[in-house]
């Protein structure tokens, strides 16, 4: 606390002395942007909490366009990491949540233009997320985080852009080491009430490790449409086909000998398929000065299949799902939102009230991943006999209000609360033998408030606090398996529920916008890995922990164009009971109160500087840096701290109706050698997941503007 206070201090000193600087000479300030709130459009110095924006341009500057672990290392408190792995998606977590993940995304939201890319069950993927036709990603940390229902420790939003203007269309090319490239087109414009943003990439890359190449397309669109009461139809679409092999983890001893090797993968082929379709439409309407009303709807399907390295002899119990997951996944729902601008006490008084409701359908079967005995297996990595059926399902119906009274010229006062129910169930269509029925059904619900003040000191700069509850239930994959080998859901795993609190200051200065925030989170029944062997993991409850954390954050552009960006993480993630994985306890799986929750950097530092003109040459350097992350539990094992640094030149030119742009890139300058991410918790201790050696990227681009 001491520390905030310090920085609140220097926050209003500086913010002070700008304003009188202000009075004796113009300073260049940033282009003002909102972000995205259930109540409205609002700045970013306007919410009280936690919250950045990413512009999609900067997004696309000098990067490949492929991963979202390129550009959002100016934000504080996201810790995202590319697994080099396209066959597990990357590792993104927000203050410590989500950071327990060996595939995809838990315990953050995701949401592509309104629609959730995390299904009602908590688990999410960003293998959909088109970086080319992205107008801005939101990053919001904190309490009101608990807004968005179940497993959002966190909430991260990407918005297609909206067409304007004459017909643009694009092209784009990039390629770059270890046989990487990237190409894409897009179409924007508006026609009369009409506007329309149709966006198309392809993706490749031999892999700099061996065994982890990949091959992934996306198509994006979204068409708009004024209506002629001044309501609005947007329509989304998405589609995605992704095959990626799965290089697996390595071994401290491998990692030393060998950083690039993946014998183990080799031999059992691992491997991933993803296709997936989504479409979503939303109608808004203002029905007069003060009411506003809102519908979103979506559907989708996603069908996922995954060859793992579980060796035949632990497939002859024949209890085990097997070595070869096979899912097939249609989901669907809708928001319905109300929101309206009226007084209290004569002040001003913002209410929006509304429901949600998600469904998840999944069909989960399991197959031997090899032919033969398990004693004389005549190949690996092929799809054998069935050893699992069953159909789940998991749906959430969450009714919500939020108001904002302004009941002072300074004072704001804001509140909200989310009544969430999420139900499981499943069905066990594969009774064989000793497989019993394993089906049956579990319900949490919980009630999640949230409440803030905020003040506005000066003109430039605002203070607030805030307090919330939230909850994460388990999702499918980690009810999927249990620990004492006999088949159906774990259904005695609980949902953990989260109290946080945070106070803040946001600072306009000389141009710039400085925030500082410290929070704590403290949380019961956390949701932990009790084994993990073969690429099969296995979950408990685990007491309670508690996060203790700090960020800041500046970012500010001259008049010139010289643009600086900096972001800093502190964050001490601890347990605070004693339990042990894996269970039944031992001396050797004991887990003492006060060990570091496995992957999660105490600090986190990020850096950059450049001059970007919006024509001509262009230049910048970046710096990321992270001390070292524990890989399990019992914290003996680790992945080294790191620091790398990357450099960028580009030239941007415009010519009558043609915008041209070419770029050079080389990360990791220095070719320091480092573990980019761990799996946490790995039962055969291949824990680390090497990153990239030096490598470089070039890309060049055109725009037709018709």
Sequence with gaps: MKCFLVTAGMLAATASGAVQAQDASPIPALREVTVSTPRGELRPFEVPGSVDRVEGSEMREARLQVNLSESLGPVPGLQVQNRQNYAQDLQLSIRGFGARSTFGVRGVRLYVDGIPATLPDGQGQTSNIDIGSADRVEILRGPFSALYGNSSGGVV????????????LGFSVAGGSFGTWRVGSKLTGASGAVDYTLSASRFHTDGWRAHSAADREIQNGRLGLRLDDGSKLSLVFNSV????????????????????GAELAAQFDTRKTVDQQ?????????????NTLRLMVYGGQRSTVQYQSIPPAAQANPLHAGG????????????????????????????????????????RRGFENFYGSTAAPRALGVQGRLRRDERNEVRNLD????????????????????????????????????????????????????????FQATRDLALYASAGRGFETPTLNELSYRADGIGGLNFGLQPSVNTSVEVGAKARVAGGLLTAALFQTRTRDEIVTNTNIGGRATFQNAG????DGFELSWQHETAGYWRTQLAYTWLDARYRDTFCAPLPCSAGS????????????????????GWVPPEGWRAGAELRALSR??????????????????????????????????????????????????IVNEGNARYFEPALGRNWTLGVGAAYRF
């Design 157 to 168: 939003q990407v918005f297609t852009e909206q067409g304007e203007g004459q017909p643009t």
């Design 241 to 260: 086909h992704l095959f990626a092999q799965d290089p697996l983890g390595l071994s401290a001893e491998q990692y030393a000998l060998n950083p690039r």
């Design 278 to 290: 989504q479409l979503g439409l939303t109608y808004e309407r203002s029905i007069d000065a003060r």
């Design 324 to 363: 070869v997951i096979d899912l097939a996944r249609d989901y669907g729902g809708l928001d319905l939102r109300w929101s309206a601008r009226l007084a209290l006490a004569d002040r001003p008084f913002d209410l929006v009230t509304g429901l949600a409701y998600d469904s998840l359908r999944e069909r």
């Design 399 to 454: 009714p919500y209000v939020q108001g904002s009274w302004r009941f002072a010229d300074r004072w704001t006062l804001e509140a909200g609360v989310r009544r969430s129910a999420v139900r499981f169930s499943s069905h066990d269509r594969y009774i064989v033998g000793p497989n019993r029925d394993d089906s049956g059904s579990a319900r949490y619900r919980k009630t999640l408030p949230v409440a803030s003040l905020r």
């Design 544 to 547: 309670r922990t508690r996060r």
């Design 590 to 609: 004991t887990v003492p109160a006060g060990n570091r929750i496995p992957g999660i950097a105490e600090h986190a530092f990020y850096a950059s500087y």
């Design 629 to 678: 992350i524990a890989a399990n539990d019992r914290n003996n094992a680790r992945a080294p701290g790191y620091a790398v640094a990357s450099l960028y030149a580009g030239y941007v030119r415009r010519w009558e109706r043609w915008d041209f742009n070419a770029f050079v890139r080389v990360d990791n300058l220095f070719d320091r050698r480092y573990v980019g991410s761990v």
